[in-house]
């Protein structure tokens, strides 16, 4: 069976809610859920679920498999220059960490002006006398233009279900408010330009650019800044395809890109608002099968465009049961 049957095949055995074992400390957020133990450690299992806008759509087959295998990637390649959380990975969609109190806000560094969203620096540009997080982006610059140095544009970041989205937020606003110290925060954004740095360079021999991402970071047991979550996987970055990004620049169009911003452009051309009635809203009217199986085998393929090696499908496709086995074991 190839690549694409065996998704296909594969639709109505996702993992898309985790239920947790009995008196287990469980969290879930929109993609991820966390078993948190008390040795210090968390058991993070990564969904299929995928979101766009801060809502969820449904899910995708072998996703969580492609981001929590591409996050661990990253972490290995990344660990001479920042300390992260992640210890093991017992699973294709799961990772054993360190726990940590996460800062309450995301850092999200920009390499171009792009993006779709109300949060985006394109719409920031348009819309907001071209300043983003307090700062100001330069005059003269076209859509998916190449910054001439990265941007720290951070955002907050709302408790889980508290139904508020992320906003932009300055520097200065952050550190007067008390959500992040002085000194924490500056070393934060050290870690952000570090990792970006690298993720731009790795892309870059790979034939990919690395366009922007967002950090998350937090305190471990022992008060030590950490980086948390998952590193320059498709859902927290936006890659674009090199050879052709100067051509379609030059043209006006819109890159080649190996990420999920072609579920929100298709929601978009789609006419979908999402935010007018979020209450209603039924993810699978834009989610269907076919958009599935092509978003499925797009994550596969940068999985490998990233690491260079081939996406190995999980020895049990059945989702749920592969990991609540794999759980059980953890917790034995």
């Known amino acids: 069976m190839n690549r694409e049957a065996i998704v296909r095949a594969s639709l109505l055995t996702t993992l898309d809610h985790f239920t947790p074992p009995s008196g287990t400390k469980h969290q879930q957020g929109k993609v991820r859920e966390s078993l948190i133990l008390e040795d210090g450690k968390r058991i993070i ?18 996703k969580g498999a492609v981001l929590n295998q591409i996050a661990a990637w990253w972490f290995e390649k990344l660990k001479a220059i920042i300390p992260h959380h992640l210890i093991s990975v017992p699973d294709p969609q799961i990772s054993l960490t360190k726990s940590a109190k996460v800062l309450p806000v995301e850092f999200v560094v920009r390499g171009h002006l792009t993006g779709s969203t109300a949060t ?47 906003k932009p937020i300055s520097r200065e606003e952050i550190i007067s408010n008390g959500l992040v110290d002085e000194k924490t925060y500056a070393l934060a954004e050290e870690y952000a330009l570090k990792m970006f740095t690298a993720g731009q360079r790795i892309a870059a021999e790979r034939g990919l650019i690395l366009v922007d991402t967002k950090y998350e970071m937090g305190i471990d047991a022992d008060g030590k800044l950490i980086v948390v979550d998952e590193v320059h996987t498709p859902d927290s970055s936006r890659y674009w395809v090199a050879d052709s990004y100067a051509s379609r620049f030059a043209s006006s169009k819109e890159p080649d890109m190996l990420d999920k911003e072609f579920v929100r452009r298709g929601l978009v051309a789609n006419g979908i608002n999402i935010h007018a009635d979020p209450e209603t809203y039924d993810g699978s009217a834009f989610l269907t099968d076919e958009l599935r199986v092509s978003a499925s085998l797009k994550y596969m393929d940068l999985y490998e465009r990233i690491t260079g090696d081939a996406f190995e499908i999980p020895y049990e496709t059945d989702a749920n049961g592969r990991v609540a086995a794999a759980v059980q074991s953890l917790l034995a």
């Open 45 to 62: 299992i990564t969904s299929d679920r995928i979101s766009a806008f801060d809502f969820v759509l449904g899910t995708i087959p072998f």
């Open 120 to 166: 985006s620096s394109w719409y920031a540009y348009q819309h907001h006398d071209r300043v983003i997080c307090g700062i100001e982006m330069p005059a003269g610059m076209a859509k998916n233009q190449a910054f001439e140095a990265p941007l720290i544009t951070p955002t907050t970041k709302p408790a889980l279900g508290s139904g508020e989205h992320d």
